[in-house]
Every structure is written in C-alpha cells, then in structure tokens.
C-alpha cells in the first residue's frame, strides 16, 4: 500500500529537550515535504526536499533541522523545541513539486 | 510573501445543492494548482489538480483556474453531508519548489 508513515503520532516533551519526528515514504517519491498546521493559519511549509542531499526553506523554517539521506526518509529534527513549536505537523510526499502530495497521517506535538 | 487566500467560511449548504469554493493567489507565475480536502483530526488527501485555464472536471468535482485574474475553484454538485470538511487550496510558488497553502474554507452540508 502506498503511504506516508510519520512518527510518533502524538509527542508531549519540554522546552530544550531535542526531539525528532520520523518519516517515511515507500512510493520512491523525489519531492518530500514538511509541514505545520495551527489554527486559522492553515498549512505552513517548514522544509523541503527535491531529492537526496538537497533540501531548502521553506516559510517557517526556524527552529528545525531536516536531512535526506536516502530518498524515502525525511526526518525532522527539534533541536531545543520550545512552546511556539506546538503543533499539528504533516509530512508529504510527491513525485516532483509539481504533482501532488500524499500525506502522512500527522504527529501532534506539545512542548511544555 | 506569496499568499493563497481562502474564505475561512463556514460555508452551509443544504443536501443537494452545489458548493462553490474560492481561492485567489498572488504569486502569477504558480502554474500547478491543488484542491484538498481535510476532515477533522485527518490528514489532507487530494480532491483535484489543475494546471491550465478552464474548467476540469472529476465525478461531482469541478475545478475552475482563471490565471489572468489569479483565483482557482472547486464547484461540488449534489453535495453530500459527507462532504463536510475543510477545503484547502494550495499553489506550487513559480522559482522555486515551495507549495503555499490557503488557511482552508470549512463547509458544511446540512441533510
């Protein structure tokens, strides 16, 4: 079945302690994708990546880290979270930036 | 800052009637356009892609693109109780490989 499988699906952690949030997709997807969802803000765009070893800002970057070391897998990565980081986050994936992207089923973060 | 607008609504409509859902972007390069649905606690999945003017149409999904005056649509028919969601509208961004998102247009329909 294709899919986007993110975890953990629900995270509560305090401020400073570093955390990450796994994905992965098993479509052999290019284009791979982060992002935040709080209300009445809709979805943000936290990074991106075109493909293995390139990844680029997107609107919110601050605050995370991402890598892609193999194109199935886009980790992010909460260095010190703090408080504004909670969130609804979703990763995605598609073909190329064009096409469009497949979901993964979201992680709920709340730092304290 | 590239935007996607959206009517945060709520927009209700009754059993059977047709939705009509709008989206304006500001960026007049973005050539790739996507219409999603999202239920609440869910994850978004796809309702329709769009990338040239006119009209496409998919089962009881109409998705509009006028890129001289920049707004996209999405028309349901028949609309279903089982359409009530949030709809986001969402723009690939020209120069780069961003995807800017609509903050979503809640719709209910009411049986």
């Known amino acids: ?112 | 800052q590239k935007e996607v607008e959206q009517n945060s609504g709520p927009l209700s409509v009754p059993e059977g009637a047709i939705a009509s859902l709008n989206c304006t972007y500001s960026d007049r390069g973005s050539q790739s356009f996507f219409w999603y649905r999202q239920y609440s606690g869910k994850s978004p999945e796809l309702i329709m892609s769009i990338y040239s003017n006119g009209d496409k149409e998919d089962g009881r999904f109409t998705a509009q693109l006028n890129k001289a005056s920049q707004y996209v649509s999405l028309l349901i028919r028949d609309s279903q109780p089982s359409d009530s969601a949030t709809y986001l509208c969402a723009a690939k961004g020209s120069g780069g490989f961003k995807t800017i998102f609509g903050a979503g247009t809640r719709l209910f329909v009411k049986a």
Not at chain 1, 20 to 37: F, G, K
Not at chain 1, 63 to 82: A, H, M, Q, T
């Open chain 1, 1 to 112: 079945e294709a899919q986007v499988t993110q975890n953990p699906r629900y995270l509560i952690t305090v401020t400073g302690k570093k955390l990450t949030v796994t994905c992965s997709q098993n479509m052999n997807h290019e284009y791979m994708s982060w992002y935040r969802q709080d209300p009445g803000l809709g979805l943000r765009q936290i990074y991106y990546s075109m493909n293995v070893e390139v990844t680029d800002k997107g609107d919110v970057p601050e605050g995370y880290k991402v890598s892609r070391k193999e194109k199935r897998n886009f980790p992010l990565i909460l260095e010190s979270p703090s408080p504004n980081q909670t969130s609804l986050y979703f990763c995605a994936s598609s073909l190329d930036s064009d096409q469009p992207q497949h979901f993964g089923d979201g992680t709920r973060l709340s730092i304290l």
